[in-house]
């Protein structure tokens, strides 16, 4: 990591008592408290580690409107109106991230770009050919390239692709950081280096047992990403294992490559790409669908490796360096959609949980949604997010 620790937070030191509770210090619980205190609620968040150093830190924040579930398939599983408004209500959580960024003047490299989606194989032309007429009749901004209009624009060949606008690139620990000390400008109070071992569910009340005492809360949310599953009484999601590296500064000025889009591809699993304002690419995918650190770590060199092999194939005219490699862990959901609510056996607790492939993003999307279920106000969607819905077949 490159930006260090931007600010340090206390421990908790003793027992106290608030309105709403959050576990987790990474985008999603910084964005709630944002929102939350900006309503005048007192909120209180808790984290075991540093603020943003778990799965916020090992994002690569490409930061999309797009669903792991394309709008087409999301129709089939959930219905058009559920689908359209989930992919509607996300293009306006990247539009309102990048407004509420912008106007705090957070020092986050948020930067506006399309996005293109490749073919990956010739089969999925159509696919492609199908999303493109179910975005254009519902408004979006899509352009469909064949393979003549590809390669006009990239020096690699693919069959076909979307290009589709906006997308978002960040650094997204500086964000975070930068939104947490807004929040505590707005009243918030954060505690990192604080875990919370035990959470126990009163009538009218929830209480967070932590190491220097009980803090007594309202309501408690549960955004703590991949970790959020140890606080539920079932299984809902499957964990996988995720891989990245970031190359070396380019010198050559000029974009990397066409407009400097974000990309990514039909594959399963996909890969994916984006560049940085210190002209370095991003580049990751060869996801496995397991969680095990040590197995996990142990394929970083080999994935390393497959990493390299694909960006050269790519982008053969673009130097490539790697300057270091990660592996991270996310959630992936049946239909691709969040999980952001309640669940029954677990009064006052609300989560934020199950972000797959577009969790920034859908971090915006919660954080809005859960004040205004927090402070009582109707959220129409909220059915779209909800434990309680039907999700389809299983998710890739």
Known sequence: MKNGYLQAYSALAESARTEVAIIGGGISGALLAWHLAGRGIDVMLLDRRHIGMASTSASTALLQYDIDRTLSELIELIGERAAVRAY?????????????????????????????????????????????TVRKKYGFDVEFWDNTDVAKRFL?????????????????????????ADAVKRGARVYDKTEVKRVEHLSRSVKLHTPAGI?????????????????????????????AIVGEPIAAQGD?????????????PYIYGRTTSDRRVVFGGGDEPFFNPRRR???????????????TQMFPDVPFRTDYSWA??????????????????????????????NGITFSELAARLLADLLTGKTNKDADIFSFDRKTGRKGR
């Open 256 to 268: 990397i490559w066409y407009e400097d889009c974000t990309f990514w591809n039909t594959a399963d």
């Open 88 to 132: 509607q209500m996300s293009l306006a959580a990247l539009d309102d991230l990048e407004r509420n960024a912008k106007q705090l003047s957070l020092d986050a490299e948020i930067k506006k770009v399309p996005s293109v989606r490749f073919a990956a194989l010739k089969k999925d032309v159509g696919d492609l050919e199908k999303e493109y």
């Open 297 to 311: 770590d142990a394929l970083l060199q080999k994935k390393t490796a497959m990493l390299e092999r694909k960006f």
């Open 215 to 243: 803090v007594t809360a309202k309501k408690a949310v549960i955004a703590c990403g991949y970790e959020s599953v140890n606080f539920i009484p079932f299984k809902l999601v499957s964990l996988s294992s995720s891989f």
């Open 156 to 180: 690699h060949q693919a069959p076909a692709a979307l290009y589709t606008q906006p997308s978002l690139t960040a650094d997204p620990y500086r964000l975070t950081h930068g939104f947490m």
């Open 328 to 357: 991270g862990t996310f959630i992936e959901t049946p239909d691709g959609l969040p999980f952001i609510g309640t669940i029954k056996q677990l009064p006052h607790t609300y989560f934020a949980l199950g972000y797959g492939g």
